[in-house]
């Protein structure tokens, strides 16, 4: 079975912190997502990286940053953190000759931001 | 770019119901097909796929057909239970590593 853990299944933050997410996979796969999902707006793609210390933007970077100094673990960063981005954050994995393949998602981090 | 849409909910069902969930998409090549679900305080499953047109992805009772003339996916369950309340997402890929999803649509099945 595909394992995809994240560090926390809720958080609560206060405006201004740094926020640390993590994600760790037992797949040995090439590609790490990081995606925040809201209601109505479905899935929307922060970054993603497809090697170790290899990232991309997404379509929703701003205020986010990411770190992948080891293959199975992918990171993402909230530099300071705002009230709009509480959210649920979901990480995903999929591996490099799967183009056009699936996705393997984590259980999700719902992140409060007061 | 490439997108999709999938109709909105909330979609509310008796028990042993049909069920039906539309879902078109846009894109330049030919995409990757995907239905995921979520469970509540779950991440996604992958519930089927399509890789090519006129194939047919199935899982747990759900089916959907992968038509190219009329750029749609849509997902089908013919007697739906309590357990397959969820939020229902369409994807695509198309020949890239990232996926593209549409908004979902939240199923409740009532008993």
């Known amino acids: 079975d595909v394992k995809v853990t994240q560090s926390s299944r809720y958080l609560v933050k206060r405006t201004g912190e740094k926020v640390f997410l993590e994600c760790v996979q037992d797949m040995d796969h090439e590609n790490m997502f990081w995606y925040r999902q809201d209601p109505g707006l479905g899935l929307r793609l922060i970054y993603f990286?497809?090697?170790?210390?290899?990232?991309e933007k997404g379509d929703i970077p701003e205020g986010y940053s990411v770190s992948r100094e080891k293959k199975e673990r992918f990171s993402l960063i909230l530099e300071s953190a705002s009230t709009n981005q509480t959210s649920m954050y979901l990480c995903a994995i999929s591996g490099r000759t799967r183009l056009g393949g699936e996705q393997y998602f984590g259980p999700g981090t719902r992140l409060t931001v007061t | 770019g490439d997108s999709v849409t999938q109709m909105e909910g909330p979609v509310t069902l008796s028990e042993e119901a049909f069920l039906t969930i539309n879902c078109t998409y846009t894109?330049?090549?030919?995409?990757?097909l995907f239905w995921y679900v979520q469970y509540p305080g779950e991440g996604l499953q992958l519930l089927l796929k399509a890789t090519k047109a006129d194939d047919k992805g199935s899982n747990k009772g759900f089916e959907a057909t992968y038509r190219k003339e009329t750029t749609s996916f849509h997902l089908e369950k013919g007697s739906v239970q309590v357990s397959d309340s969820a939020v229902y997402f369409c994807a695509l890929s198309d020949r890239e590593v990232k996926l593209s999803f549409g908004a979902g649509t939240t199923v409740t099945v009532r008993a």
């Open positions: 990286s497809y090697d170790v210390k290899m990232k």
């Open positions: 894109a330049t090549g030919y995409p990757s």
